[in-house]
């Protein structure tokens, strides 16, 4: 279990990859991101409210992703979020960038891929 | 479900947040919290528990506060960051403006369609006008560095006599030749005259424009030849015949197809066969403007062309207009002063011997001036230009009255955008960046309007030279747009904008923006100070529509008085034939007798009532006159009288009175005594109350020559002599057949009822058998009369129609003003009719309201309309610009429209039912 000083610089590091990553297929409102970054981390990583918006809105001013007001049918409007045009180069610059991260730690440090 | 919105706002609401941006984020993170505290309570979590840990997520310290703050705090500060600060945030503004202005219009079509076409049909009417000003006094000649020319005349000229030709007769041949070999002040000279030529050799006439110019004319004025070339000074020698023309380039592409072979053809000019030397450049139309010309022949020519009526020679032959190019370094003054000093030694050279005494003084004291002469000369300008520049002033107050009703319509808009620009004041927008943005709007509908009124403008200004056509040959004007039409249209623009835009823009940001918010959704409209402006838009609004309609009536009145103008003979039913017999050569004693036989035949002619030869043509606009010397009952009378000669049947044909005495008859030949004819006037002002018939009176003939005596053998009606504004004149008729040296031609008035076409046909068949050879130039003589009058038309029609205009407008106006004015007391109405109100007592408090504006309005008007007719008086006639049934006239007409305007209001107001109104809030 990471240390939660650890916790926050790790998250820190890659929430932006993680959300910009779970957008990149469809769009997707604020809890669903917030939920989808649990389970797919087993519990590892975890946002809540505090953190997450003002991320969101953060990416959002940047033009990484763009978040729109939907209505559906029987349901209120909610706020989706999807993937922008440079959004896209950001998440593939990322991405690279994470890759040889964790290849040179692994250099460095030891780990044996799984 | 715990209401988390209100803590999320809590939260955030020490951040200062846009309300929109603040309610969006509470929303979608209410939506979240929401959902989280449904998962917990799914999950087992008891309700309570589950909002706790909700709430603590939320709370995280500071986080969220402190996270929120940094975003937006970027999100403020962003926009201000790119480019340059100062210029680069205006034009974003400005963009965004513009963007914001073109969606709101386009969301307004019926409101912006009404402003658009309101704006152009004003702002074209100006501009149109203006365009006309502009090329008939403004622009100028199209030679080379006009301002350096000076036109030369005589500043102190009074009487003078002989013979005048031409639009400009300032000058004699003799006196040109020595202004031109004695001036020092300009290096080329310029002299001419316009005169029309005959291009026919015999039959119809087919009359073109021409002129005489001197040698240098196309010299000093830098005209260069787009084919073959133009005079020189050697082209124009004394007794030079005809060596040959200078065409024009209209004249060139229409009789030869621009084809450089017509250089070295020859055209009959006058019957005389001349050669094409040289065109002239396509926007070269001559030195005066309105007139083209098509063929210019040298000075020296005149003798050839004109035979025994040559002017050339006499030191009274009245045709040359003079200009000249100042040398560098002289001024207007320094040239008017070396005119001056060269001037006596020329008149004393030049004086006509007939001159008598008290005329030869007043000829030698002659001083020459010379005054700047860049836009030419113009006959057209003379006539027109007046009535051009009170024509522009009425269009400008029909484009007043138009912006007063954009205005209100404004206001209107404000109103119902008062909540929006409130809540924007209260966020902290600055309030001249509102109006900036509201200025937008109108700026841009003044743009949109004027662009459409400047090609509105290409067409009205055509439809408007067409009022100034006559059928002798239609105006030539270079209409093209230059700086100066374009600068006027963008400044009435700019000006029309600034006047329907800035007081509703400020008036609407001037509403404390909490008393907008907390009003009902009819706000602060109902502020009487608003609707005081509203008010005395309307009254303005009528009082220019009473002055254009007073105006409006006065001019057609004017023009009414002058076509139905008794002008002492009947003006329909006579056609001019006047007949050039030059090429027959017939001998100056037998020209009288030719003459009377032409006039026979003429009157024989079946369908033909009666026809008659004369020297002067009614209402031509020429004339004769000669001093009358009379000493009846001791009384001695020295004054001038208007003459003419007829043949016998002119009065008949004329039907004229004949109210004393006799016709001429056959009797009345050379070698006969003297006789005349003499009208009402003319007894009157020299006869008095002797008998006229078998008294005698002298004619002046010149100084050193007897004068002539005539017997009075008749009196007739009076009649109007050169025009139909003079008053009667006195007129004395002498015998064509007692004409001492007649030329070779005479117009010939016939009266018939056959149709025009059908007569000149069988004049021109009749007078081809005597001789092909005879030149027939034909004119109907009621439409040569009217066309006297087209000023007067030019200014019945447009006035008319812009007062109509304006009177149209301010009725729209004053409906939109009692409109409103009613749907903003429809409570009140319904209070009152509650309270017992009859219908007629609602209609006549809403009557009342109109009657007052209408009534402070027409007294304004009627004030404002005693001030300025006064400029337009020199062009009524039979009225004078006070006179009080026109302007009562108008008064009513107006009170009928504004009648009509708010009886529709105040009918709707009668109809309320007091329930439903009071319900409304």
Known sequence: MPTPALDRELKKGSAELLVLSLVEDRQRHGYEICKLIESRSAGALRFNVASLYPMLYRMEKRGWIQGRWVDKAGQRRRRYYRLTASGRKVLRAQRTHWQSFVAAINQIAGIENA | MPDFKTEVRERLSRLNLEPTREAAIVEEMAQHLEQRFEELVARGMGRATACDTVLKELKEGTRLEKELLQVERQVRVEPAEPAAPGLGSTLAHLQKDLRHAMRSLRLNPAFSAIAILSLALGIGANTSIFQLLDAVRLRSLPVKDPQELALVRVSNSHGRSGNFRGNFPYFTYPIFERIRDQQQAFSGMVAWNSVGFNLASGGRSRNIRGMYVNGDFFNTLGILPVAGRVFSRNDDQRGCGLPGAVISYSFWQKEFGGKTSAIGSKIPVEGHPVEIMGVTPAEFYGVEVGRGYEVALPLCSEPAIDGESQVIDRVDGWWLAIMGRLKPGWTMARATAQLEAISPAIFKATLPARYQSEMAKQYLGWKMEAVPAASGLSNLRRTYEDPLWILLAIAGTVLLIACANLANLMFARANARE????????????????????????????????????????????????????????????????????????????????????????????????????????????????????????????????????????????????????????????????????????????????????????????????????????????????????????????????????????????????????????????????????????????????????????????????????????????????????????????????????????????????????????????MGEVNPSIGINFSVLRTQIRDTLQRERLMASLSGFFGFLAGLLATIGLYGVISYMVARRRNEIGIRMALGADRTRVLALIMREAAILLAIGLAIGAGLSLASTRAAASLLFGLKPHDPATMALAAVSLTAVAVAASYFPAFRAARIHPTEALREE
């Open chain 2, 419 to 766: 909540r929006e620009i409130a809540v924007r004041l209260a966020l902290g927008a600055s309030r001249f960046r509102l109006v900036q943005q509201l200025m937008m709007e109108s700026l841009l509908l003044s743009a949109v309007g004027a662009v459409s009124g400047i090609l509105l403008a290409q067409v009205l200004t055509r439809i408007l030279v067409s009022f100034l056509n006559t059928q002798f040959g239609s105006v030539v004007l270079d209409l093209g747009l230059d700086w100066r039409v374009l600068g006027f249209t963008a400044a009435i623009a700019i000006l029309t904008c600034l006047l329907f835009g800035l007081a509703p823009a400020i008036k609407a940001t001037a509403t404390p923006p909490i008393v907008a918010m907390k009003a009902g959704s009819r706000g602060v409209t109902a502020g009487r100070q608003r609707f005081g402006l509203r008010r005395a838009l309307v009254v303005v609004q009528v009082a220019m529509s009473m002055v254009l309609l007073v105006g409006a009536f006065l001019f057609v009145r004017s023009f009414q008085n002058l076509v139905n103008l008794n002008a002492g003979f009947r003006q329909t039913g006579m056609l001019v034939a006047e007949f050039d017999f030059t090429q027959l050569n017939i001998p100056p004693g037998q020209r009288n007798q030719f003459k009377q036989q032409i006039v026979d035949r003429l009157s024989a002619l079946p369908g033909v009532d009666s026809a008659a030869g004369v020297w002067i043509i009614p209402v031509s606009g020429s004339g004769w006159n000669d001093t009358v010397h009379t000493n009846t009952s001791g009384q001695e009378v020295r004054e001038v009288s208007d003459f003419n000669r007829i043949s016998p049947g002119f009065f008949k044909t004329t039907e004229t009175p004949l109210i004393k005495g006799r016709d001429f008859g056959p009797e009345d030949r050379l070698g006969s005594p003297a006789v005349a004819i003499v009208n009402e006037s003319f007894v009157r002002k020299f006869i008095k109350d002797k008998d006229p018939l078998g008294s005698t009176f002298r004619v002046d003939e010149g100084a050193g020559v007897p004068e002539s005596v005539y017997q009075v053998i008749g009196v007739v009606g009076d009649t109007k002599y050169r025009d139909l504004r003079e008053d009667f004149n006195s007129i004395v008729y002498v015998p064509l057949a007692q004409d001492k040296k007649p030329d070779a031609g005479v117009p010939v008035l016939l009266r018939s009822s056959l149709s025009v076409d059908s007569l000149t046909s069988a004049v021109e068949h009749s």
